[in-house]
């Protein structure tokens, strides 16, 4: 999920939850805009929706990573571990604000090897500095607010 910073952030990851089957992994971050029909969507939110039989999920959160950018991803890649599925992907999702997101990409590579495929994005805060929001409970706890 990938929702911009004008959207209702709070709200919608209050909702989430009940929408979806309890054992839903969400996973997903505040935007400067994101990707939508016809161009970029500046108050919106676009989703995406993974599953099925035989589908594995699990979670990585790195924390510090503006500090440890390459450690971050690869601790990220690490999620990986033990999946033994015929298809794999590795979705990343880093603090835009931390920079050199190459050394992110190449942290996760290191770990996850190049013939994984890798998706995602980077929080953002609608280019200022204030701090980007990004969650990833499994499961949802008590208090929501990422």
């Not at 995406?48 to 510090?64: C, I, K, L, N, P």
């Not at 603090?95 to 050199?100: A, E, P």
């Not at 770990?111 to 280019?127: E, I, K, M, Q, T």
């Amino acid at each position: 999920m990938f929702c911009s910073t004008g959207y209702q952030v709070p709200e919608l990851f209050d909702a989430l939850p009940a929408q979806v089957p309890a054992a839903t992994v969400i996973v997903g971050c505040t935007t400067s805009g994101q990707l939508a029909d016809g161009g970029v969507d500046r108050v919106g939110v676009a989703m995406a929706a993974w599953g099925g039989d035989g589908f594995d999920v699990r979670t990585e959160v790195s924390r510090t990573a503006s500090t440890r950018v390459r450690e971050a991803g690869a601790d990220a890649a690490a999620a990986l571990a033990g999946l033994e599925g015929e298809h794999q992907a590795l979705l990343l999702i880093g603090d835009g604000l931390t920079g050199n997101q190459h050394e992110f990409v190449g942290g996760a590579f290191s770990v996850a090897g190049a013939s994984v495929p890798l998706v995602g994005g980077c929080a953002g805060s609608d280019y200022s500095t204030a701090a980007a929001r990004g969650t990833c409970q499994v499961p949802w706890p008590e208090d929501r607010r990422p």
